[in-house]
């Protein structure tokens, strides 16, 4: 099969359903959306340079795309082992333990990137 740019647009379609369905689905993606919503308005509303807006888009696109491989593991391990399974369950564990490290770190990245436009406007 040749290159469509046809086919190459339906791809995305594909990934916003994704997208949407994770929205749907997961409570914590809802949580990473409010933060995400808080990290943009506050970059706006503190006027965040160029350099701070590479580190906070860093952050954000971090824990989506975690979040993001967590729900399809989940959803994977759902069809293969729809029963109860200790290892199964030990293996969703430790994706959610990989979208914790990411939710750290972010938080972590977002702290040292706000800092000095915080203390900047604090009296």
């Not at 997961?26 to 995400?36: D, I, K, R, S, Y």
């Not at 490290?101 to 436009?117: D, E, K, R």
Request: one cysteine or more; proline letters at 2%; a neutral charge.
């Amino acid at each position: 099969m040749g290159f469509s740019v046809k086919a190459r647009l339906k791809s995305f379609t594909f990934a916003f359903e994704g997208f949407a369905h994770m929205l749907r689905t997961q409570h914590n993606a809802w949580v990473h959306l409010a933060a995400t919503v808080l990290v943009v308005a506050l970059g706006f509303l503190l006027n965040v340079s160029a350099d701070a807006w590479r580190w906070l888009i860093v952050a954000l696109a971090l824990v989506w795309v975690a979040e993001a491989v967590n729900t399809a593991f989940e959803h994977l391990c759902d069809v293969v082992q729809p029963e109860f399974s200790t290892s199964v369950k030990r293996s969703k564990d430790i994706a959610a333990a990989a979208v914790l490290v990411c939710v750290v770190a972010s938080t972590l990245l977002g702290a040292i990137t706000f800092a000095p436009y915080v203390i900047a406007v604090l009296p």
